[in-house]
Structure formats: C-alpha cells, structure tokens
C-alpha cells in the first residue's frame, strides 16, 4: 500500500563525502571528481531503474551532463566543510507503474524545486524488494540570469538607529570591522520551505492516487499532528536489514518489535477510548433533543392552562415560533451519523426523525393556539350576545331540571306524568339518545385532535441506559475492590504478581470513570441517584405511549362523529311528538363526564355543535317556530 516518506538531508564536505561521488552512486554511473581526483564508480550497481537531470530557467544547457553539473558545484565550493548538496529520499507507491512513477517524480521536482531556481539530479531505485524510491539531488546556489553561480548569503551591515554603520572592532592591521548580519539570499535553508515540500509531495502522490481512482491517501503530517496515539519506527538502515535477512537479532530491528507490540495495545486503547467518545457524544445529543421536547411539553400544558387568556396565548405563540426557527436552524451533528430511530417498522435517520418530530409537534400546538385566539376574538366582536355558559353553569342547570321533574316537584308534574305513554320507554330512548349525543361529542373532540403523533424513543432509551450503565459500575466497583484485596494479601517479595494485578485494575479503573463519566452526561453524579432519574424517564415514556395511544384513537373520529349524529337523528325522528318534552328531561339527568385529557374550551365546543345540531331534532315545533318567526321578523322589514 502507498505510504508516506520524504526525508531531507544535506550532503556535506565536512563530513567526507562528495557531490559527485553522491551523485555517481544514486545514478549507478562512472563519474570523475575534478576537485579530489577520486573516480567514484557505481556501474555495477543493482537497482537502478531510471536517472535524469532537470535544470532550472538560467542554467546552462551544458550541465544536462551529471559530470559537468557537479564538478561544478565541487569547483564553486571552497571551504573545507563546505555544504554541496540537498537531497530528498521519497517513497514511491507500488499501486503506480514504473512509467506513473517517473512521471510523478518528474512533475514534483518541477513543482517543487526546478520553478524555485534549483537544478535536481533525480534517480529512482527498486530492487523488487517492495521499497521503490526516488534520490533527489539539487543544488544550494541560485543561478544568475547570465548563468553565473550566484551567492548562497550576503553579509548586510546592521544599521544604528541614525542609519551608520556600527564599529565592531579594529583588527591588527587597525582596519575597521563593522557589525553584519548574514541574510540567505533564497529560503530553501527554512523550515517553512522544508514544510512546504513534504506537503507537496504528499498532495501530488495524492492527486495521482485519485487520478486512477485509488482508495489509498498519504498524509505528511507526523502522527501527533493527526491525531494518532502511534510511536513511530525507527529507520532500519541496510546493515541491520541484512542482518535480519540472516536470522541475526538487530537493535533496531528488536526495537521496531517493541514498538509493533506498543502500538497494538496502544491502537485498542483508541479503539475503546472513541468508543466511549462515541457514546458521550450520543448522550449529549439524546440530552439536547430531549431539552427540545420537554420544552415543547412545558408549552402544550401552559396551553391547556391558558385556553382562554389572550395574554399568556399571545406568549406562547411567540415562544412556539422562536422554538420552530431554532430546530429548523439545526444541523446533524457527527453523533448523529450512522444512528436511526425505528418507527412503525421503518429506520429513519436520528436527526430527520427528531427534527420533523419537534416541528410536527410545534405545529400542532400553534394550530390550536391559533384556533383559541380566534375564538377569542370571535367573542370579542359580538359583546351583545350572552356569554356562553361554563361547564359548572351548564351542569347546575341540569341538575335544576332533574329536580323539577322528581315526583312531588311542581304543580305541573301529574299533568305531565299523565302525558306520557306507558307503551313508550323514555328512559331507555333517553339513554340512548344521550350516549349517542357523547359519543358524538367525543368523537368531535377526538377529530380536532392528531391522528398522527411520533413517539420519542430518548425517555426509554435513556432509562435503559442509566440502568446498564449503574449495574456496569457496580460490577466494576466490586471488581475493583477484588482486585484491590488479593493485591493487599501479597507478600513483599512478590513485585511481579502486584504488577499484573495492579495493570489489572488500572484498565478498571479506566472503565469505571468512563462510567461515571456517562452517567454524568445524564445529570447523575451519584449513581445513588439513579433510581430517581430512571424513573422520570419511565414516567415520561408512558407520558409520550399516551400520547401516541391518543393519537391513534383520533384516527377515524370525523366517521364516528357522523355515524353518532346519524344513530342519533334516526332515533329521535321515532320519538313521538307527546313525548318529547319528557324524553329531553331524561336526556338531562344523563350528564357525561369530561374526556381525560380534552380542553373545557374543547368540549365546549363539542357540545354547543352538539346542542345546535341534535337537539334541536327533538323540538321540531320550536324550530318551526323560529323559522316562521324569521320569516315574518324579514317580510315586516320589507314592509318598512
């Protein structure tokens, strides 16, 4: 697989060695050194697969020859420890051909180094050992645009605030010395330079890999800056490859091992610490969305609370819209991917499910706020009429009405007890009537209401959780507390066994505080505390399986709503005439208590619907009264 080497070094005559001899052996020729007279002959070289020179815009076309170019290089260094040349060693992916290879060099000594002046000698190697590589040679003076070498530094006189020359010093010969300060003339001796190569080359090996649609990357980076808790190997070197190749321990390659095996239990240390990164970040997101719903909870019972004040409606509409714009802002988060919610039998991605959930709940309650402000408004604009009577009103009138009909009650009641029919049964078709009527009052409520309500799994899912997550650490506390004991009971002189236990109980004690640490996101600093918490949540989850039990009863209330009033218009059509008057009394006595969980205002509603739709179906004669009084209140105002 591609991986990333690029490393820099400086060839220097300080240290015996030579650019021409260095350039003889990366190119696997036979090259003369005019400086030293030494001939540096690599021709029986293995490996060598390909070389090439690459000039910069003002050098001369003669140093296209490798001899030439470096004897000059040799020529114009003088100094005894003189720096000659830089060279870079890069490793090239084995997922390119020979061809691609040369050619991502090529293209990467052109970016990099020949448009910045420098001429490159470059050769690549591949023994077919897995190891193909690139040696890159460039020069470390500028070439003038008349082809003269030019100054690696200058030497600039440092300046006193007057813009003079400092004295530094009179020598011997009473000359005098001024303060200078060296200044590199290009900055290819800079770290920055150094970073911006390595960068380079990972970007073009990149670029290549993609080109070919190659799923492999490189990263220049080190492995701190990316993040990964890695020791990186040692180079092993030639002579301590060989020595491995024979069967022969190396100190390198015995340190390499050690760091192979770190690294193992370095990488499952990783691995369950971003596990436990994971799962924190899955329950603070948990813990944000549930803010979200409990807040749009608060504002449903506020609702119920403040059906008829136009103050505290106006409040919570506000609140509802500023609720709405923040989820509709939110973005998914990285915990969030991968997680789905399964609802009626279907995964729905975590953030779209919660999203549309709080906004489909937001909805609804702005739906309902909207529909009591108009009906406060509604009786704001007509003051003459008599204020609708309120549920205790209503009820106390129809106790009054039983009252009147028990026996001994009014002077009128053996007049009206010889009314009615023996043959006919009241009770039973007043009962009757009156179940009709509150099944379709409640059906009217139940239509108003949503067919459609999503659960909100959070509640159950944290309940869970918190339980796991308490029986976990007490199992990992009485593991501790094992551990801890059989440690106690060891003798001085067994160093080896407290050490096994002691690495023992240093992964639970890592285990543990991740742990705590969750229960910590749930709001739990004591696991003490757990019981209580785990109880809210369960009470929440049965609060949010009502909610979806209701939902679904409202599921076809407009058909029963119809199917009520119908059973009730054809029962009461039977009703003769005589005994209307003493079926509606008995329709009074059957009071139906409010449906759990509907407003007053609601059934409010229901039942004046009711009252002006079914009622009146048992006072015929009074309907055609007030038609008739209708009719004659408009002919006498045309009369007029």
Avoid at 26 to 55: A, P, Q
Avoid at 608 to 633: F, G, M, S
Wanted: charge should be positive; hydrophobic fraction near 35%; glycine fraction near 6%.
């Amino acid at each position: 697989m591609a991986i990333y080497h690029c490393h820099c070094k400086v060839i220097s005559r300080g240290q015996g060695r030579s650019a021409v001899g260095a350039a003889a052996y990366r190119s696997g020729e036979r090259l003369t050194n005019d400086y030293d007279g030494i001939t540096h002959d690599y021709t029986n070289k293995g490996g060598v697969v390909y070389s090439e020179v690459m000039l910069c815009e003002n050098a001369p076309q003669e140093y296209q020859n490798r001899a030439i170019l470096w004897n000059e290089v040799e020529r114009q260094e003088k100094g005894s420890n003189a720096q000659l040349a830089r060279e870079y060693e890069v490793a090239l992916p084995i997922e390119l051909s020979r061809d691609e290879q040369i050619e991502l060099v090529r293209d990467y000594v052109r970016e990099t180094f020949v448009k910045n002046g420098m001429c490159a000698d470059f050769a690549i190697h591949d023994k077919g050992d897995g190891n193909p590589h690139a040696h890159i040679m460039l020069t470390m003076r500028p070439i003038e645009k008349n082809g003269e070498w030019g100054a690696k530094a200058i030497n600039d006189y440092v300046l006193d605030k007057n813009g003079n020359r400092i004295l530094q010093k009179v020598d011997k010969n009473n000359r005098k010395i001024y303060k200078r300060v060296k200044r590199d003339t290009t900055d290819w001796n800079t770290k920055e330079f150094l970073q911006r190569s390595r960068e380079n080359w990972a970007a073009i090996v990149n670029r290549e890999l993609e080109k070919k649609n190659l799923p492999q990357r490189v990263d220049h980076r080190s492995l701190k800056e990316q993040g990964k808790q890695r020791i990186p190997t040692e180079h092993i070197g030639v002579a301590a490859k060989n020595m491995e190749k024979r069967g022969k321990v190396s100190e390198r390659g015995e340190r390499n091992r050690e760091i192979t095996a770190a690294n193992r239990q370095l990488l499952a240390v990783a691995k369950a610490h971003n596990q436990v990164v994971r799962e924190i970040n899955a329950i603070r997101e948990d813990m944000a969305w549930s803010k979200v719903h409990e807040g749009i909870s608060g504002l449903d019972k506020q609702l119920h609370i403040a059906e008829q004040d136009e103050a505290k409606l106006r409040l919570i509409q506000e609140r509802l819209s500023v609720l709405s714009a923040n989820v509709q802002r939110q973005e998914p988060s990285k915990a969030s991917e991968g997680r789905t919610v399964v609802y009626e039998k279907q995964e729905i991605p975590y953030f779209v499910y919660h999203q549309q959930k709080a906004l489909a709940d937001i909805c609804d309650l702005q739906d309902r706020v909207s529909r009591y402000l108009s009906v406060i408004e509604s009786q704001r604009q007509e003051p003459e009429q008599k204020p609708a009577p309120t549920a205790y009103e209503r009820l106390q009138a129809k106790q009054e009405a039983i009252k009147k009909e028990m026996p001994g009650r009014g002077a009128g009641e053996p007049e009206q007890r010889q009314a009615v029919s023996p043959a006919f049964d009241v009770a039973g078709t007043a009962r009757q009537l009156a179940a009709h009527r509150a099944a379709f009052v409640t059906a009217t409520i139940q239509s108003r209401g949503r067919t459609n309500y999503q659960e909100n799994p959070i509640y159950r899912q944290q309940a869970a959780q918190i339980a796991d997550l308490v029986k976990r650490e007490k199992e990992q506390g009485e593991s501790i507390r094992a551990l801890q004991a059989e440690k106690d009971k060891l003798g001085l002189f067994k160093g080896r066994e407290k050490k096994a236990i002691q690495q023992k109980l240093d992964n639970f004690y890592r285990l543990h505080g991740d742990t705590i640490d969750k229960l910590k996101e749930f709001g739990i600093t004591d696991p003490a505390q757990a019981d209580t918490v785990i109880r809210e949540k369960t009470a929440l989850a049965a609060q949010e399986q009502a909610k979806v039990k209701a939902a679904r009863a409202n599921i076809g209330a407009a058909d029963r709503a119809a199917e009520a009033k119908t059973a009730f218009l054809d029962l009461a059509r039977r009703v003769p005439p005589e005994q209307r008057q003493a079926v509606e009394r008995e329709m009074s006595k059957c009071v139906a208590a409010d449906e759990p969980g509907q407003t007053t205002l609601a059934r409010f509603e229901a039942e004046v619907e009711a009252r002006r739709q079914l009622d009146t179906a048992l006072k015929p004669e009074q309907a055609q009264e007030r038609t008739h009084q209708r009719t004659h209140d408009r002919g006498r105002d045309r009369d007029r």
